[in-house]
């Protein structure tokens, strides 16, 4: 009896195991490149971006701060929390906004939702 309540105990287990797997969804991390080549495709959408901080401002919890992920930079505005300093590595959640788009140059930010650790 004990051997089939280990083994219903077990299946229960990786049924389980799998449907957290199936669950997570994978945080995909867009490259800037790829954010300013097609604007249109992702303005207004949550996107999810990582890099290096390269300007930085930040008065009264509001701020604005460039981030650099070595295939283009953007500018992401915060309502809250402040910036974060020049030369520190984040990752950002946010609402991409594309302004316009004149020959090879896109005017876009990110408005952060979210800052996280990369």
């Known amino acids: 009896m004990r051997s089939h309540t280990f083994r219903r ?29 097609d604007p249109s495709r992702f303005d207004k959408q949550t996107v999810r971006i990582a890099g290096d901080v390269t300007r930085s401002l930040g008065i009264l919890g509001y701020g604005a701060y460039e981030v650099d992920d070595g295939t283009g930079k953007i500018p992401v505005v915060t309502q809250e929390g402040g910036a974060p300093r020049t030369g520190a590595k984040v990752g950002v959640e946010g609402e991409f906004r594309s302004a316009f788009t004149m020959g090879s140059t896109t005017a876009a930010a990110i408005v952060e939702k979210q800052r996280y650790t990369p």
């Open 9 to 37: 105990f077990l299946l229960v287990l990786g049924v389980m195991t799998l449907s957290l797997l199936a669950g997570c969804k994978g945080e995909r991390v867009t490259t800037i490149k790829t954010l300013l080549d």
